[in-house]
């Protein structure tokens, strides 16, 4: 984006300076709220309004933004929280598998009936009682 910025802005830098310092001759300036009149050179009004109209709309721009910026910094600052709870719980639950596997190995395991002796168990009823 940057490069792309600069390919197109220098052109039209030195389009406006070659047209700013060709034209020499002097403008008088009215400031409408106030009687000041100031007589300067079209080589020193030009460069010095482009510049001004550029720093208003950087500053526009930036004021426009504000919400962005500040629902950016929300979400970095809830990300964060949420980290923490989530590499809490994570430990928590590595502490239950810990848990868990302790207590598989002091218990010792039923063996398990096959498929066909628990269909006799439930078909055939002991006869031992």
Same mark, same amino acid.
């Given at each position: 984006?940057?490069?792309?910025?600069?390919? $197109?802005?220098?052109?039209?830098?030195?389009?406006?300076?070659?047209?700013?310092?060709?034209?020499?001759?002097?403008?008088?300036? +009215?400031?409408?709220?106030?009687?000041?009149? $100031?007589?300067?050179?079209?080589?020193?009004? $030009?460069?010095?309004?482009? $510049?001004?109209?550029?720093?208003?709309?950087?500053?526009?721009?930036?004021?426009?933004?504000?919400?962005?910026?500040?629902?950016?910094?929300?979400?970095?600052?809830?990300?964060?929280?949420?980290?923490?709870?989530?590499?809490?719980?994570?430990? =928590?639950? =590595?502490?239950?598998?810990?848990?868990?596997?302790?207590?598989?190995?002091?218990?010792?395991?039923?063996?398990?009936?096959?498929?066909? =002796?628990?269909?006799?168990?439930?078909?055939?009823?002991?006869?031992? +009682?």
């Amino acid at each position: 984006m940057g490069f792309i910025k600069f390919v $197109i802005g220098l052109p039209l830098f030195v389009l406006l300076l070659v047209f700013a310092f060709t034209n020499n001759d002097f403008i008088t300036l +009215n400031i409408w709220p106030t009687d000041i009149e $100031i007589i300067t050179s079209l080589s020193v009004a $030009i460069p010095f309004f482009v $510049i001004l109209g550029y720093v208003i709309g950087w500053l526009f721009t930036w004021m426009s933004y504000f919400p962005v910026r500040s629902a950016l910094r929300a979400h970095k600052k809830q990300n964060k929280k949420l980290s923490k709870e989530q590499e809490k719980l994570v430990k =928590e639950v =590595e502490d239950l598998h810990g848990d868990i596997a302790s207590m598989k190995s002091s218990t010792p395991l039923k063996e398990a009936k096959s498929f066909k =002796e628990r269909l006799k168990s439930i078909f055939f009823k002991n006869k031992s +009682n």
